[in-house]
């Protein structure tokens, strides 16, 4: 999908209510390129390996872990928040860790809690609805395009929040009940995404709802990926390890998230900002 995908459908000017919160000159989220998408479902991919890393190696049981990456996730929003543009290096690592958290979350409800992934499914989509519908309410648009008050981020990082949550609990849902193993349940949630760009591009779906269901997609996509790379092959993987798959995938996210800090591909009016700006 193409920057024109998270395009939103804004309320007539004479409707739309003044921005409440702190006004910023600049949107504080990536325009959405093709390395917008190859970051995200690389995130995702870390956030499935990384957390069951951290849950082996730290020792400190699901729920410690869970706790400990919610801390550092809340400190790494601060940081976020407190920008006054939107900065590869901050962007990306708020990503990268809420889509750890947000696999603890759902892995906590399921293996701790024992609540049934039909359960948890439902519960994450109707709370995304819910962050939907207040965030419309509240601002009279959807548009990742006008990330600028602090009011509009905090509802687009719950929305982030919940979209991970949900795709980790609808993906392990899916597998569960059609056990397809991974490498196809990974061909299935790439032609679900495929089948949501066509229906963008070819009938005319809206371009938010485009954004928001590729958005909830790309996490089973990238835990499919994640799990056949670090899996054992007696059990369909590669072996590869979750140590060695989360550092090979931290490293091309590095990577391109340095080449988008130099280059500014990602940015939508780069002539505006400028490298002391926040």
């Not at 993906?171 to 495929?194: C, K, N, P, T």
């Not at 670090?230 to 979750?242: E, H, V, Y």
Request: glycine share 8%; aromatic share 10%.
């Amino acid at each position: 999908m193409t920057a024109d995908i998270p395009g939103a459908v804004e309320a007539p000017a004479t409707s739309r209510p003044a921005p409440t919160g702190r006004l910023l000159r600049w949107n504080k989220v990536p325009e959405v390129t093709a390395y917008f998408w190859v970051i995200k479902v690389l995130c995702t991919t870390v956030g499935e390996t990384a957390a069951d890393l951290l849950n082996e190696k730290l020792g400190l049981g699901l729920t410690g872990v869970s706790l400990l990456m919610s801390v550092v996730l809340v400190a790494v929003l601060v940081a976020q928040f407190r920008t006054r543009a939107y900065r590869p290096g901050i962007y990306w690592l708020a990503v990268a860790l809420i889509s750890i958290v947000g696999t603890l979350i759902s892995d906590n409800l399921t293996d701790n809690l024992g609540v049934p992934l039909e359960t948890s499914t439902l519960a994450f989509a109707v709370a995304l609805v819910v962050v939907f519908v207040a965030w419309y309410r509240s601002e009279r648009t959807l548009s990742i395009h006008h990330v600028d008050t602090t009011r509009r981020e905090s509802f687009y990082w719950l929305a982030v929040l919940f979209t991970f949550a949900l795709g980790t609990a609808a993906g392990d849902l899916v597998a569960e009940r059609m056990d397809l193993g991974y490498w196809l349940s990974a061909g299935l949630f790439a032609l679900a995404i495929a089948a949501v760009a066509v229906a963008h591009f070819a009938l005319g779906l809206d371009a938010v709802w485009s954004f928001w269901i590729a958005y909830i997609l790309t996490r089973p996509l990238g835990a499919s990926i994640g799990d056949y790379l670090s899996q054992p092959t007696a059990d369909g993987g590669l072996g590869l390890g979750t140590v060695i798959t989360s550092v090979l995938f931290l490293a091309v996210i590095l990577g391109l998230v340095v080449f988008l800090t130099v280059t500014r591909r990602d940015v939508s009016d780069p002539e505006r900002l400028t490298p002391q700006a926040g």
